[in-house]
């Protein structure tokens, strides 16, 4: 039976909220209405989002944030909700079934609004995970949102009897950003001089005899694991690539993406998975950087290109995203933080994009990511064991809201010898972990 959500005021703040609450996290038919008389003639389930509710509905006392048009620093009071941290507390929260504005809350973490509030950013411009609400109050593993919508739906269950609701089903992808295809290989001439030289300066003659092996194909590249990668990743959607082909720089050293080996590589990888794009360091708010970088990639697949995550995910939110809109890109991978685990978003479900600003959803679908391995290998300097038990942590935290579990991988990292952690091995658990029971 269809939920009836009673406001007097309507917005498109409200709108948007409903829609990702209900229809993308609960798959629960819902509509929205603004009479008082219609609301208390209702026979099925209603939740009134009002300061006078409708008798026997279920009701939450709600903020201005829903209805306002601007964007103000909002004094975040968080509280507690069935064991789930729960905010904003509202002047009369105590009288209401739902004790805080839900709906507000689930709005402010998935729109990043307090991104968009005076922050000091880190040295790559990105928002801080110390500055965020979630790290502050101790929640970053928790999907907050869907664990609201699962237990404000088993309210309503009780309340009105309810006991069929479509479920949805947990997924995962196992994600790669491709900074740099080989170590050795496709480097040139001149690059791979200045490492020759490099190894030298610094005494590292094993390095210089490995890349020498390479390039006399006396020895495989040690980056080109790609084989047994193909031979444990699944397929189709469940592995994704986001390719860097930006010019070179200080954070961006991708191989000659003219090169055959390149060019093979990938050839191959676009034969199995999606591609998407990785656009630079440098694209950081540029336009004109991030098209010439998507028309080289187009041009190198032969396809169309609709999905992007940012190189060091170096964003600012909403100004990264218009660039990628304007491109017809239709899908962003960067929502996460590069040195923490957990969900930046609040949430472990794809959402569309709401621009603050012009208070309105954009056609950007945001897939939000729960770790990646540069976080597992600060976690496993002080602790080994711990890089483990946290995947296992928030592989579990995602599947208790049959949710999207999107994990970020770099070859580099996964043939590096580092002490006391093995990469590899950690994503080889990280796929049988994701495997449906």
């Excluded at 080989?182 to 890349?211: V, Y």
Aim: hydrophobic content about 35%; overall charge positive; aromatic content about 14%.
């Amino acid at each position: 039976m269809e939920l009836l959500i009673y406001s007097r005021q309507t917005s498109p703040r409200l709108e948007y909220t409903c829609r990702f609450l209900f229809k993308d996290i609960l798959r629960m038919p819902y509509r929205l209405s603004s009479s008082y008389s219609e609301a208390s003639a209702y026979k099925g389930p209603v939740l009134s989002y009002e300061r006078r509710p409708i008798p026997g509905s279920i009701s939450i006392c709600p903020s201005h944030i829903l209805f306002d048009t601007g964007i103000s620093n909002i004094p975040m009071e968080v509280g507690e909700w069935r064991g789930i941290p729960a905010f904003p507390l509202t002047l009369n929260h105590h009288k209401a079934d739902i004790p805080f504005d839900l709906l507000a809350g689930a709005f402010y973490m998935v729109t990043r609004y307090e991104e968009y509030l005076p922050h000091k950013p880190d040295r790559h411009g990105r928002f801080r995970v110390t500055s965020s609400i979630a790290y502050k109050n101790g929640f970053l593993e928790m999907p907050v949102v869907d664990l609201w919508a699962f237990e404000l739906l088993n309210t309503i269950k009780e309340r009105f009897g309810i006991t069929h609701v479509k479920k949805r089903n947990f997924k995962s992808q196992i994600t790669f950003d491709l900074d740099c295809a080989f170590a050795f290989t496709g480097k040139g001439f001149i690059r791979n001089m200045l490492g020759f030289t490099k190894s030298a300066l610094t005494f590292d003659f094993k390095k210089a005899n490995q890349r020498f092996k390479v390039l006399t194909d006396k020895e495989k590249d040690p980056f080109n694991i790609y084989d047994d990668l193909f031979s444990i990743l699944p397929t189709g959607e469940a592995t994704k690539w986001f390719v860097h082909v930006g010019s070179w720089g200080k954070y961006d050293k991708q191989v000659n993406t003219r090169s055959a080996s390149f060019l093979n590589l990938i050839n191959k990888l676009s034969s199995r998975y999606p591609i998407g794009i990785h656009p630079s360091y440098k694209t950081f708010l540029s336009d004109t950087n991030f098209r010439e970088e998507l028309s080289k990639l187009v041009g190198i697949l032969g396809q169309a290109v609709s999905t992007s995550r940012f190189h060091y995910l170096r964003q600012s939110i909403p100004y990264s995203y218009y660039p990628l809109i304007r491109a017809g890109i239709t899908q962003e991978y960067s929502m996460g933080y590069a040195d923490k685990p957990g969900f930046r978003a609040g949430t472990c479900t794809p959402y569309l994009f709401f621009d603050l600003y012009e208070n309105t959803p954009k056609n950007l679908k945001i897939f939000p990511f729960a770790i990646m391995d540069k976080s597992l290998l600060n976690i496993a300097r002080h602790n080994p064991n711990e890089a483990l038990e946290i995947i296992k942590r928030l592989v579990q935290a995602v599947k208790n809201v049959n949710g999207n579990f999107i994990s970020i991988w770099h070859i580099d990292y996964l043939v590096e010898n580092n002490t006391g952690i093995n990469l590899l091995d950690l994503l080889s658990k990280t796929i049988e972990m994701c495997k449906n029971e």
